[in-house]
């Protein structure tokens, strides 16, 4: 059973940083793209950013290229996102998926979802 535990959010003010972590469990780690996803309120989840299974390869959405940072760390089996200067439409629920840039995370098939971690950026 694949188990996902995102934390790390919070509150902070536009161009501040916040570091994500994601700790996986349930599936072979290191043989999957792992992704960060984000749901804002009234709104479908929207893809952010993927690694690919060993970490060389890294996407991105436009918005937020050169601002975040993906990475791993599959001795540990955990995922991380550097998130920089901060904008308010960065405020979301962030969750962690096994699954690449092009999965349609919005496929009510998917059941993975953990609890997510809320980021709020405001003045």
């Known amino acids: 059973q694949i188990r996902l535990m995102e934390s790390g959010g919070g509150l902070v003010q536009p161009g501040e940083s916040l570091r994500l972590s994601c700790a996986a469990s349930?599936?072979?780690?290191?043989?999957?793209?792992m992704s960060w996803v984000r749901q804002a309120p009234g709104k479908g989840r929207e893809w952010v950013a993927s690694?690919?299974?060993?970490?060389?390869?890294?996407y991105y959405r436009d918005s937020v290229k050169g601002r975040f940072t993906i990475s791993r760390d599959n001795t540990k089996d955990m995922v991380y996102l550097q998130m920089n200067s901060l904008e308010s439409d960065d405020t979301a629920r962030y969750f962690c998926?096994?699954?690449?840039?092009?999965?349609?995370?919005?496929?009510?098939?998917?059941?993975?979802w953990g609890q997510g971690t809320q980021v709020t950026v405001s003045s």
């Open positions: 998926a096994p699954d690449g840039p092009y999965s349609d995370y919005n496929d009510k098939e998917k059941d993975y």
């Open positions: 349930g599936f072979t780690f290191g043989s999957y793209f």
């Open positions: 690694i690919s299974q060993g970490g060389r390869d890294t």
